[in-house]
Structures are given as C-alpha cells and as structure tokens.
C-alpha cells in the first residue's frame, strides 16, 4: 500500500514501511520525524553505509585525519568520493539554504529518541566505486574522473528544473548521472545491486515492525527485490582484475629485463650502458617531474630513486612514493581538502594548499617518468640491436 510517500510491505511477518525521499528537502526530514514518531518501529533502516554514517556523526574525525595516515589506511579513494559529494553538497546549500541529507540524520535522530535499532543498510561507497570502475574502459575512467573532479571544483550554479530532478535521485547517482547516461551497463552497480542490497538489509533487520528512511530513486527498485533472495557476500565483493590484462602490465618491464640481461650476455660493457640508461632517463624524468611541482628537496630524490624500480612494477609508481613523502615531510589535514574548492581558483591557493601541491607532485612525477621511461627502452632496443 503506497500513501503519501509511505509504501507498506507485509513480508514473511514483518511490517515494512518505505518512507520515499527527497535528500534536499526539509519536508521529508519532517516526514521521517513523525512516522518513526508515530510508527515505533523496532529498526530504523537508512540509506547510508558506515563511511558515510561516520562523515555525518563524527565530523571532526575526518578534519582530524592528515593524507599521510589516509593513503596508510587505503582511504584516499573514500576521502576523494568525499570531497566530491561534500563539494557537491556545498554548492547546493549555498545555493538554497538546505542542508542535503537531512532526512538521513533525521533517521539516525529518530531512531535514538525512539529506541528503536539504527540499521545502516546501503553498500560500501568504496565498494559501489570499485564495481563501477571494474565496469568501464581506459575512456570510461577517465571520464568518471573528469566527472568527479568537475563535481569537486565547478562553480557552476544549479537551476530550479534541475534541484527538482535530483530530488529524485540518491547524491552518488546525482554526481554520476552525465556519466551513467554515457555508460547505461553502470545501471547495474549504481543503481541495480544498490536496490538488492537494500532490500535484503531491510528485510533482515531485527524485528516485526521496520521503517526504511531511502531515496524516492530506490523504492521502486527494493519493493521489486525484496521478494527475492540476495547473496550480500557476492554484492559486497570487489573486482579483481583479469588475469590477461595483470599479464600484458609485466610484459613490458619482463621484456625490458630480458633485453638488458641478454646485451650483458652479449657484451657486459653495453649491459652496463644500458643499465645506466635506464636508471638515468627514468630517474632525472621522474625528478625532474617533482622538481617541477616545487616538491620538498627529499621528495625530488625519492622520485629520482623510486623511479628506476617502480617503472619495472606495474602496480607501483614513481609518483606515488614522491606523494608520500612531501605528504610527510608537508603533511595536510583534511582541513586542506575542505579549502580545496576555494583555493583552486586563485594560483596563490593553488600553490599554498598542501594537498594541492601533493596531487601536483604525484601528476608531474607520474607523467615525467613515463617519458623517461619511453626513451629509456628506446635506447635499451638501440644498445640490444647494435651487439646482436
């Protein structure tokens, strides 16, 4: 039975009541106050994921965590997805004088005066992005970082027509809608396995009576699904790469190797040449792609060091260690992250914010040492030829 905004589903003996909202909109943080008011549920499911349940309870967590400690922990990814619905988010409040996400804290609220349990029943942002990324080409990735990172810095305004459109919709699918409209397979982990997911952790929440605080996007998609069963783990897993294309990524450095070690078979002192080649075009590439960015003194040698090695590693890269170094010896707090948008429009702000000038040094590094690394091998078949 559907009644303004309320879908209620009798599943398996539980009552379930889907509250269909609109994340920009104070009526429907209303709404969720009075029907959990009303209803006293047992559980209180809302569309959130613990990283962003932890951005929206405990926000001085995040300001409090410098770059250094979030690549450690293998949270970049997540604090960059962050920064984009945070930038997002931003614009649009200052735009409107609304607060995105009401509604969701509003449940959280809710379910503590009520005693009600807090089920946090949407996928792993970091999951949803990866099955994402799995699912694109070279193309398609880099378009959803453009689209990212436009979401983070575009000064764009937002019109009337187009705030009303994305009350239908959740932030994640609002930022990559353009994208999704490119790419219709990405229907399935943005939109698809989220409605699965939801629908299984609410149907599985403790107790007889439960209440579903979701995006007026999914509802249609959970009371579809939630007469079917869902194997969370499988939903919940992350893609590996395919074996050919984890393959191809050492042919190249094992192709470099051999060539080098079959020259030394043929004349050592041209091994050595060589060997000397490739340590010298990749690291002063690589140096000179940190010196470039003005990176700390240690930072430019790291790059000098790494790049020799890292260049024969597919899963490794230059620009990377040169970033965590200068993010060490120039540590950023999130605080630098939150001055992100404003600081990028002015190239005094471009050069002082800390994190600008680590991504600047990992770009630089990375794109240096790939020239390098080019001519490198050049001159490695040159030398291989001349003593074949």
């Known amino acids: 039975m559907t009644e303004n905004n309320l879908t209620r589903i009798h599943w398996n003996g539980k009552e379930i009541i889907l509250i269909g909202t609109a994340h920009i909109s104070r009526q429907s943080a209303e709404q969720v106050k009075e029907v959990i008011e009303r209803e006293r549920p047992d559980a209180v499911c809302v569309e959130l994921d613990r990283q962003r349940y932890q951005a929206i309870t405990e926000g001085n967590r995040w300001k409090d965590m410098d770059i250094f400690q979030v690549i450690k922990e293998k949270k970049a990814a997540l604090l960059f997805a962050n920064l984009a619905l945070s930038s997002f988010q931003k614009r649009m409040a200052r735009q409107f004088g609304i607060r995105p ?78 994208f999704a409209d490119q790419f219709p397979e990405l229907k399935k982990p943005l939109v698809d396995e989220r409605d699965q997911y939801l629908a299984e952790r609410i149907k599985t929440a403790p107790g007889e009576k439960i209440v ?52 030394f078979f043929l004349n050592p002192s041209a091994g050595v040449d060589q060997t000397l080649s490739w340590v ?34 597919p899963l490794l890269a230059s620009g990377w260690f040169a970033g965590l170094v200068q993010a060490f010896i120039r540590r ?43 001519i490198a091998g050049v001159d490695i078949v040159r030398l291989f030829f001349q003593n074949v």
């Open 280 to 313: 010298l075009w990749t690291g002063s590439f690589s140096a000179a792609g940190a010196a470039a960015a003005f990176g700390h003194p240690l930072t430019i040698l790291t790059a000098f060091v790494a790049a020799p090695l890292t260049t024969l590693h």
């Open 212 to 263: 579903a605080v979701l995006g007026a996007a999914h509802v249609p998609g959970v009371i579809r699904e939630i007469e079917r069963d869902h194997d969370l783990g499988e939903l919940e897993e992350v893609p590996v790469k395919k074996r050919r294309f984890h393959l191809l990524g050492w042919l190249l450095p094992a192709l470099i190797v051999v060539l080098i070690a079959a020259t």
């Open 332 to 374: 950023p707090s999130v605080r630098d992250f939150e001055n992100l948008a404003e600081d990028i429009m002015s190239v005094k702000g471009f050069w002082n914010n800390k994190v600008t000038r680590i991504l600047l040094i990992v770009i630089l590094t990375n794109i240096a040492t790939s020239v390098g690394t080019f």
């Open 101 to 178: 996400g009401q509604e969701m804290i509003q449940g959280i609220e809710s379910a503590k005066e009520t005693g009600a349990r807090l089920v946090l029943a949407d996928r792993d942002i970091q999951t949803t992005f990866s099955r994402i990324w799995h699912n694109v080409g070279w193309k398609g990735k880099s378009l959803l970082l453009a689209q990212v990172i436009s979401a983070i810095f575009s000064r764009e305004t937002i019109s009337e027509e187009e705030l009303e459109k994305m009350k239908e919709q959740d932030m994640i699918q609002t930022i990559l809608q353009e």
